[in-house]
C-alpha cells in the first residue's frame, strides 16, 4: 500500500478579515498531520467533525471541520451548537447556509 498523504486546496479568505483564518489553518493542518501519521489505520468508514471558537479572531466565530479517510472540509463563521454535519449536507436554514462560508477542502492522496 503507498503511504497515504493529504493535500489541502481551494483555501479561501475569511469574508471578514480578508486573508486566511489563520486558526482555521492550523486546526487543518494538524488534523491531516495526524491522520497521515496514521497511514494504514485509518478505515475506510472513517469519520470526525468538530467544531471549535476562534480566539484569535475579534470575531470569535466558530469553525467546524467534517472529514472522512479520503476528504477534510472546514467551514467558518458557523454559530455556537450549529450542526457541521448538517452544514456540510447543505440542510440547515438558508440564513445559515448563506452566513457559514467552506474555508479549505483537502484530499488524499494513495489510497486505492
Not at 488534523?31 to 472513517?46: Q, R, S, T
Not at 454559530?79 to 449536507?89: M, P, S, T, W
Amino acid at each position: 500500500m503507498d503511504q497515504v498523504s493529504y493535500t489541502i486546496k481551494d483555501v479561501q479568505s475569511c469574508p471578514i478579515r480578508g486573508r486566511t483564518c489563520e486558526t482555521s489553518f492550523d486546526l487543518t493542518t494538524k488534523l491531516l498531520a495526524a491522520m497521515a501519521a496514521a497511514d494504514g489505520c485509518i478505515a475506510e468508514d472513517f469519520s470526525i467533525n468538530g467544531c471549535a471558537a476562534v480566539d484569535r479572531c475579534r470575531q470569535r466565530c466558530q469553525i467546524g471541520c467534517v472529514g472522512s479517510c479520503r476528504e477534510c472540509q472546514v467551514f467558518g463563521d458557523l454559530n455556537a451548537g450549529e450542526d457541521v454535519i448538517a452544514f456540510a449536507k447543505g440542510e440547515l436554514s438558508a440564513a445559515a447556509l448563506n452566513r457559514a462560508h467552506p474555508i479549505a477542502t483537502c484530499t488524499a492522496r494513495g489510497l486505492s
